[in-house]
């Protein structure tokens, strides 16, 4: 088996205990995903030959830069509704979308996150833009940017994932109340733009 094929899966399950760790507040889980770091660490030491005493993506001490996160404005047919979900920490709704997962495009990350808070198989039509969320965010949270795609959904709704406990479609002119994690601002300048064709950046 091709060596950077092993690499890439071990650094892919590496980014999913990180993952755990971040967000799990259950001791089993965090007991669990504790185990599968250390097991990848001591196999990308040993086998792989990755060094851990200096700056890479295991460690935080790497040149500081924005995260990436992906959202998806959705539209209905004749362009006047927007297909939103509701988070189920907060009650609020948003566009479907989240952190970008290693290893997968932006893209994909917005079919993926499409599929799985609104159960939406959807085809990405265009990049809509890509925006600074940091001055919207709190002090204390990790500065971002937001990869923002139009798509076009295929087929009907299915099942979403835990996630979202709500899932439907909303005129542009009147959204739901929002998520606190998204601002009426942002979340307004997302889908004009989408439904005027026009591209945003900063």
Avoid at 122 to 140: D, H, M, Q
Avoid at 171 to 193: H, Q, Y
Wanted: aromatic letters at 12%; a negative charge.
């Amino acid at each position: 088996m091709d060596s950077k094929y092993i690499y890439d899966f071990v650094l892919k399950v590496q980014s999913i205990a990180k993952i755990g760790l971040t967000y799990s507040t259950d001791p089993y889980a965090i007991s669990n995903y504790k185990e599968i770091n250390n097991l990848t660490i001591d196999f990308l030491e040993k086998f792989m030959e990755v060094k851990f005493d200096r700056p890479n993506y295991f460690s935080r001490d790497i040149y500081p830069t924005p995260n990436v996160s992906v959202r998806t404005v959705i539209l209905s047919k004749e362009r006047n509704k927007v297909l939103m979900v509701r988070e189920v920490k907060d009650h609020g709704y948003s566009l479907p979308g989240g952190w970008a997962d290693l290893y997968d495009s932006a893209s994909q990350t917005a079919v993926n996150e499409s599929r799985q808070e609104a159960g939406a198989n959807v085809e990405v039509v265009r990049l809509v833009g890509i925006t600074n969320r940091t001055p919207f965010k709190k002090p204390t949270s990790v500065p971002e940017y937001v990869v923002i795609f139009e798509a076009k959904i295929i087929g009907k709704l299915g099942e979403h994932e835990y996630e979202t406990d709500d899932v439907g479609w909303f005129d542009i002119n009147d959204l739901p109340p929002l998520s606190p994690k998204v601002t009426k601002g942002e979340v307004e300048r997302m889908v004009f733009a989408a439904v005027k064709g026009e591209t945003i950046f900063d």
